[in-house]
């Protein structure tokens, strides 16, 4: 019998695998998962490669069309083994130390992320791994491969990654700025600095940069981390604002939304990382109910490493409140879609970047109240340089209780005043901006594809 069937036939290996690395807290995974979706719109397969739980946690909270996101290929990893404390409300440093243990136990998965990327290289002729900035470590195993290559993306401004790495070389901030910046110090728990740390070698191996960001409103920073001897002349990318492709569920808050009167509601969230106190609630909701203006509030308790495990407290609110003036969500809530919203005149916001960047992409002015990490630093951004919102409080008092009476003038002011109007208008004229910036043709879009050839070269 003839063998001629048992020569070895050189397989031709399909070309481009793009590897996607989230970091485990809801606002990376979200952006991720936005970034998964628009290369694989351009018919790139997409692996989202995460821990089981964090894949989970990714798909729950979907805000993108679900057929967009069926297109990706989750890759679960064993869950490491990792605390799941809850969030303490009555911390004064509102930095999420809750999360910590969830993001240290992620170093458990170099050794599985580097099996699976070596078997992904022998399916690929190139793999392309883009990674969460906090994920360096894990990925590092990446320069072993000669197939293989490795893309940061970062999930905060371009503004504040400039004060991070001047605040981290003792630098000052290289660019003008109108006011003072709050110390770099004062960014981050000391064991969020030394995991931050752990990043900062293997991020060295990384072949160029993604920011969710755009051109056309931080030119300046993004130049400036270009030329910045850290970088080491790589590519730097801003495809932002990275967004889902709007879907829109069926949500009660969306229905009464529709039934208010245009730019006439402020919407009020704090993010997944952020518990209020009691008494910092209670100051909130009369400040909201003496403003006299309609209000949406999302008021949820901070996320815990595991966001399927259980018991999470339910704030209490005073008695008889919000029935008249507004509406109370205490549910997972479609952010992009309630800020598109017509109804929706203003943001009150901790401004984290995922946050900022859809109130800007819908046009909306935000009241800037930041909690911790990068948030300050956007604040400064929005309200300084971008004039887009006002403060709430100022970074030096962020341990005092805002009281209701601030929160009360901050609402008038931004929904209904001169100034407010002026700041409204610019926030609208910026939306705009924004949105022709991922249209074809456009400066982002105009990036994504750069990067796009880069990968399929």
Known sequence: MSNHHRQPTAT???PVAVVAVPFPAQGHLNQMLQLSSLISSYGLPVYYAGSALHNRQAQVRINALHDVVAKIHFHDFPTPSFLSPPPNPNSTDKFPTQLLPAAEATLDLRRPFAAYLREMAGKFARVVVVHDAWMSFVVQDVAQIHNAESYEFVCISAFSSVSFISGFLGLPFPVPHPKELPPFQDWM???ANKFSFLQSEPSNLRSGTIYNTSRLIEAPYLETLERAEVNKSRPIWAIGPVLPTSSSPNQKCLEWLDK??????????FGTTVSLSDQQINELAHGLARSRVKFLWVLRDADKGDV????????????????RDGMVVREWAPQPQILAHPS???????????SCIESMTAGVAIAAWPMHSDQPRNAALIADVLKTGIVVREWKDRLKVVKASRIENVVRILMASEEGDQIRKTAEELGATMRRATETGGASRIELDSFIAHITR
């Open 344 to 354: 929706v005149g203003g943001f009150m916001s901790h401004c984290g970047w995922n």
């Open 308 to 323: 399927f495990d259980g018991d999470v407290r339910r704030a209490e609110l005073p008695e008889g409140f919000g029935e």
């Open 260 to 269: 208010q009167d245009p730019k006439s509601v402020i919407y009020v969230s």
């Open 12 to 14: 031709k290996l399909a």
């Open 189 to 191: 728990s000391d064991a």
